[in-house]
């Protein structure tokens, strides 16, 4: 993703996860690692008993507050995966399940990497994940994407093969982003599928983007809030719209399928960046006469916030 250090993160007590706007951040405050792609051992062995007992509290929490809002895929994912309350999960256990599924690994990092190296590992399906988690006074507080955010929000949609496939097309798309100088443009595919994206089922709305999965207030207000638009995806409409690090979606996309991601991972955007660099561009809560419009927001929540901050 393209944010820079210094965005504004929210404020500890709004619920609101931003850590997804992270991924793949300039360098972390530590410098570069002696590895050139920034992976560490996991240090499972370090973690102390009351790191696992925040990974628990978060576990359980998310785990009971998803049902019926994750969609079918995220369920079986997980499911599938050793992942438990009881600990926070050891990578190379998860690799070895997730690398006979779908030929993913999950590789460990100590904070931001630079995009060009997030990009690498995700073009040769290797997903880096914090191997850090957030403090226990601080559940709802990060500043940057923590072993929770990346194991439990990421790790089960890497199970679904579209979504497998799609991620390390992002990957490679990435790379081409910044040669091209298109990067801001493209994360934002990323930020309203992978983090922050929605998808139809047969029950209705469920979620599938990590930012949302792994946040225990966004969960519900992507769902249940009557506040954010929610628009069916459309990529050249996603590709010109802004999005918000520092609070809750103004507006998600919503995917008929998953199967929609097939598409999109094998679609050139090279052709699709040459109209973007003078075209107009969209803020966050914009609604446009083309759109496929599948619940008005009334915006109330996002009003009410501005007018807060005056
Ligand atoms: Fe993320």
Redesign the pocket.
């Known amino acids: 993703m393209v944010r820079c250090r210094g965005d504004p993160v929210f404020a500890e007590g709004l619920g609101v996860n931003s850590?997804?706007a992270?991924?793949g951040l300039a360098a972390g405050e530590h410098g570069a690692p002696e590895r050139s792609d920034w992976t560490v051992d996991q240090g499972w062995h370090a973690y102390t008993p009351k790191q696992h007992a925040v990974w628990k509290t978060l576990f359980e929490r998310q785990t009971q507050l998803l049902e019926g809002l994750a969609c079918d895929a995220f369920v079986q994912g997980m499911k599938k995966l050793p992942m438990s309350a009881d600990q926070i999960p050891d990578f190379a256990a998860l690799s070895e399940v997730l690398h006979q599924s779908t030929g993913w690994q999950v590789v460990a990092v100590p904070g931001l990497v630079p995009d060009d190296v997030f990009f690498d590992h995700l073009a040769h399906r290797r997903f880096p994940a914090g191997n850090f988690i957030r403090a226990a006074d601080s559940l709802d507080y990060l500043e940057e994407?923590d072993v929770f955010?990346?194991v439990f929000?990421?790790v089960p949609m890497l199970m679904h093969p579209v979504m497998a496939d799609f991620i390390q097309a992002y990957g490679k798309g990435g790379l081409r982003a910044q040669q091209l100088g298109f990067l801001k443009e493209l994360a934002r595919v990323y930020w309203y599928t992978?983090?922050f994206g929605l998808v139809r089922q047969a029950e209705g709305l469920r979620i599938y983007g990590?930012?949302i999965a792994?946040s225990y207030s966004e969960s519900r207000f992507s769902l249940h809030s009557d506040s954010p638009n929610r628009i069916a995806f459309d990529l050249a409409r996603v590709l010109r719209t802004d999005y918000r690090i520092d609070d809750f979606q103004e507006v998600y996309f919503v995917l008929n399928s998953l199967d929609d991601l097939l598409a999109l991972a094998q679609t050139d955007f090279a052709p699709l960046y040459e109209g973007l660099a003078h075209g107009t561009h969209y803020t966050t809560g914009d609604v446009l006469p083309q759109d496929t419009l599948l619940c008005a927001g009334t915006g109330n929540y996002h009003r009410e916030r501005r007018r807060a901050q005056l």
């Open positions: 850590t997804a992270k991924h994407p955010h990346d929000g990421h992978v983090e990590a930012g792994s």
